[in-house]
């Protein structure tokens, strides 16, 4: 019994000799334990999501619609004079907030996206 005992004092102790059987085994078992664990055991360990700047200007691919690209334009990029001042307005800051992103652009259309009561952004679609 003492052997034994000694063997799993070595196991919990780390004593045994580097490159002997025991050793092995105990590399072994952790490198099972590293490679299968994620598998098995939740470490609920997700990525954080990033939100986006608040300048940040997001463009993805309309399916539905000819115009192409569309972007979201957050609500900070434009003026709060250019927004009371009509649609050609606002029309002429949304472009220019744009052109740093997208070049020389006609807006199509427009429409504000509100969120929790404010406006949070504006969906423009273009025309190059």
Do not use: C
């Not at 000694?6 to 102790?13: A, D, E, R, S």
């Not at 580097?18 to 085994?25: A, E, M, N, P, T």
């Not at 990525?47 to 192409?68: F, K, M």
Request: hydrophobic residues 50%; positive net charge; aromatic residues 10%.
């Amino acid at each position: 019994m003492g052997r034994i005992a000694k063997t799993l004092g070595g196991y919990i102790w780390w004593t045994h000799d580097r490159g002997s059987l025991h050793y092995d085994v105990m590399v072994t078992l952790i490198l099972i334990f590293i490679f299968l664990a994620p598998l098995k055991i939740n470490f609920k360990d997700k990525p954080a999501i990033a939100a986006p700047h608040p300048n940040q200007i997001t463009a993805y691919v309309d399916e539905r619609s000819s115009a192409g690209v569309v972007y979201e334009v957050p609500a900070s990029a434009i003026s709060v004079q250019a927004a009371m001042n009509g649609p050609a307005a606002l029309d002429a800051a949304l472009a220019e907030a744009l052109r740093p992103v997208a070049g020389e652009v006609k807006v199509l259309r427009y429409e504000p996206i509100p969120a929790h009561g404010k406006l949070q952004a504006y969906r423009v679609w273009t025309l190059r």
